[in-house]
């Protein structure tokens, strides 16, 4: 007979939890971007608390869904995903390795002084077309040095 213990139940949630992806980039997973606050499990119950990136992201049920299935996948059959905004999400919250690969894809990471640099060339004075890019949490610029249009994600 093999034994289970809350740890196992515990680590095994986490790491289904950690590879969902965020449907608007999808190169990010929740935990990348720091919206994967809490994973309780008791006794074969698995509570997880995310928080949105802004109150109004269009993808929030796109990622509860996507957190239910990965987590049912896991083998666990009672799945609560609670959703708060208390406190409000960070962009401080991402991880290193979420900054470099939204690098790595093109898209200029948030920094905590508000610099802003060409992920393809690495110049230090873009410009912003637009307030808003190819999603709400991210800014449309253009480098001054090399042309190249990109997104930044903004900095909350």
């Known amino acids: 007979m093999v034994t289970v213990s809350a740890a196992d139940d515990l680590e095994r949630a986490r790491l289904a939890a950690e590879q969902v992806v965020d449907p ?10 720091g ?9 074969g119950r698995v509570v997880a608390t995310i928080t949105p990136t802004y ?3 269009p993808a929030l ?3 509860e869904d996507d957190l239910r299935r990965a987590l049912d996948h896991a083998g666990f059959d009672q799945i609560e995903v609670v ?3 208390d ?4 962009s401080d919250w991402m991880t290193d390795e979420g900054r470099e690969k939204l690098a790595r894809f093109g898209i200029a990471p948030p ?3 508000g610099e802003v640099s060409c992920p393809r060339c690495r110049a230090a004075s873009p410009r912003e077309l637009s307030h808003f890019g190819s999603t709400a949490c ?3 610029m253009v480098c001054t040095s090399c042309g190249d249009p990109f997104d930044r994600f903004k900095e909350y």
């Open 61 to 63: 049920a796109q990622i």
């Open 87 to 90: 406190p409000a999400w960070s």
């Open 55 to 57: 109150s109004g992201c």
């Open 35 to 43: 919206i994967l606050r809490d994973l309780v499990v008791v006794g």
């Open 138 to 140: 991210k800014a449309l």
């Open 83 to 85: 959703m708060t905004q």
């Open 24 to 33: 608007e980039i999808p190169i990010l997973t929740i935990a990348d971007l």
């Open 111 to 113: 920094s905590p002084v």
